[in-house]
């Protein structure tokens, strides 16, 4: 105990003493604007609906509805999916639709409001992932599993309909129940995406298929309610190309393409979602990782759209951006996945947030969501290496950086770094040689808020980095500011290394438990300090350890 108080002293003592050896100097001027810093950061998603009202899925949906001033957005998979809401790994169903005996229709909407009512009782923005095919109007039910849909007894659910009308009144009726239920205003701001990842394993039918069924998708949603956002096609990373033909075909079909209801040409389409995934992988015994192959999908995605001008201005989300594509993969037998415990897992996020905003900014592209796949398994270990943002109700460092965000508003401002490898040289060559320092700030109604980061592909240790920060455009009346400067790294922010030092616990105590559940949130690095500004200016100075990130927010 009293070498981590110490340890933790020493931290602060360094952030105010001069430090030696060349600092990286980051510097912000809060008068030049640069775009406004839209909540991209606030979309979720996970694969399992019924975890959704679990105890601890609650309690995570209360922590994201918390974490910042903006409305949280969740997705999820197998909404239509045909079973009797069982939870399980990478699976999930609500049994809303089959049919009696004479083949007609039943809906049953029990465990689908039981899902949507645990957003609405949290304020959350449903983002509606239109999936899977019932086993009742698949044209190849057999067989159907009912718990891992990668099983190899079949995927029945990833089969076109056997009647196009039938699915279309399904998804009408879906429609008018959620708006009988949650009233037309509500409804009307949800994103209704057809279904996921339809290039791969999703969708068993053509991509011809596919356009059809959305069309008879979109054209169903807007008869039940025209004001209704629809869109698609959720595709996994544009940079290989089976995914980049796809997308690119999905948009030529809604804007030149023979409507497969209508029969005229084109198609309803609200925003376009695809996904944009890393690829980490072990190099000598540790973990390195892939983000540059995360954000050059996020390029090719914005290309691609590019090439149909009619959607330029369209919103963009990225309905899932993550460093791999496994969230239900542990580290046992997976160990490039050794990120997730640990603050890699944040600075890396930290990283794709702000070089997703610079890519918006090139291509002029609408982005709206960054969504994390990542949420919570039930009765696993805790910190078995699963991708979640909390473990048995203990938030992960992860959290913490959307956190962070959370505290940022306004306007992003001018940010320079002279640790900054930049947008093109992270998408050359990834952050494989000096470390990433960089940052991005924000200017607010009588604040500035700066994310600075210290990240490295590789996880190895390192020395901490000294950093300058300047932040100048201050009001030349603000003589004297209030500084919060919150942390993530080994000793703040960061449950694991708390449980690590207790021993790894399986059954913590309840005074175990608390300390971990305190640990799990958002710290200071010391206490809140009021600065004098001078001219419009300020300077600090810290040590910002590697994979550490600091958010300093100045306020007057």
């Not at 429609?175 to 995406?193: D, N």
């Not at 979602?273 to 995360?294: C, D, L, Q, T």
């Not at 989300?317 to 997976?334: F, I, K, T």
């Not at 997730?340 to 002029?364: E, G």
Request: charged share 20%.
């Amino acid at each position: 105990m009293m070498q981590a108080m110490t340890s933790r002293w020493a931290l602060v003592v360094l952030a105010a003493a001069p430090l030696f050896g060349q600092a990286v100097e980051i510097r912000v001027d809060a008068g030049v604007k640069q775009g406004a810093f839209r909540p991209i950061y606030s979309y979720f998603g996970y694969d399992e609906p019924n975890y959704t009202y679990s105890a601890n899925g609650k309690k995570l949906i209360g922590e994201l509805t918390e974490l910042s001033p903006v409305q949280t957005v969740i997705r999820t998979h197998h909404l239509l999916i045909t079973g009797d809401g069982t939870p399980a790994m990478k699976w999930g169903s609500t049994n809303a639709y089959t049919e009696d005996a004479a083949g007609k229709a039943v809906y049953d909407w029990t465990i689908v409001d039981r899902i949507f009512d645990t957003y609405m009782q949290n304020h959350v923005r449903p983002f509606v992932e239109i999936g899977f095919m019932p086993e009742a109007l698949s044209s190849k039910p057999e067989p159907y599993p009912r718990n891992w849909p990668n099983a190899p007894e079949g995927r029945g659910w990833a089969q076109p309909p056997k009647d196009y009308d039938k699915w279309a009144e399904l998804i009408r009726q879906w429609v008018l129940h959620a708006v009988a239920r949650y009233g037309k205003a509500e409804v009307e701001t949800w994103q209704w995406e057809l279904w996921n990842e339809p290039d791969i394993f999703y969708w068993r039918g053509t991509p011809e298929e596919y356009d059809k069924l959305y069309d008879y998708t979109a054209d169903a949603i807007k008869r039940a309610l025209p004001n209704a956002q629809v869109g698609g096609p959720g595709t996994t990373g544009p940079n290989s190309a089976n995914a980049g033909a796809y997308l690119k075909q999905f948009l030529e079909h809604c804007a030149h393409g023979v409507n497969a209801v209508t029969g005229k040409t084109g198609a309803p389409l609200d925003f376009i979602s695809f996904h944009a995934k890393g690829a980490p992988r072990v190099i000598e015994g540790h973990v390195r990782m892939g983000v540059r192959a995360n954000l050059v999908n996020v390029q090719k995605g914005f290309e691609i759209v590019n090439q149909f001008p009619q959607f330029t201005r369209l919103p963009i989300v990225l309905s899932e951006s993550d460093p791999e594509g496994c969230a239900a993969c542990p580290l046992a037998g997976h160990p490039e996945v050794g990120y997730r415990n640990t603050t890699l897992y944040p600075s890396y996020t930290a990283v794709m947030l702000s070089n997703i905003f610079k890519l918006a900014d090139r291509y002029k592209s609408n982005i709206e969501g960054m969504l994390t796949w990542a949420f919570e398994f039930e009765n696993k270990p805790y910190f078995e290496g699963l991708r979640t943002l909390a473990t048995n109700g203990i938030d992960k460092p992860i959290l913490n950086v959307f956190r962070m965000a959370g505290l940022m508003s306004g306007d992003r401002v001018q940010l320079t770094s002279s640790g900054a490898l930049g947008l093109d040289g992270i998408l050359q060559s990834g952050v494989q040689a000096a470390p990433e320092i960089d940052g991005m700030a924000t200017r607010g109604d009588r604040e500035t808020a700066v994310m600075v980061w210290n990240y490295h592909d590789d996880d190895l240790p390192a020395p901490a980095a000294p950093v300058q920060l300047t932040l100048a455009g201050l009001p030349a009346g603000a003589a004297r500011v209030l500084v919060e400067h919150y942390r993530i790294d080994a000793g703040h922010s960061n449950a694991y290394t708390v449980w690590q030092q207790m021993g790894s616990p399986q059954q913590p105590t309840a005074e175990q438990y608390a300390r971990l559940e305190a640990a799990g949130q958002l710290q200071l690095l010391g206490s809140p300090e009021w600065m004098g500004a001078k001219d419009g200016k300020l300077e600090l100075r810290f040590d910002l350890p590697r994979q550490g990130i600091s958010l300093v927010k100045v306020s007057w």
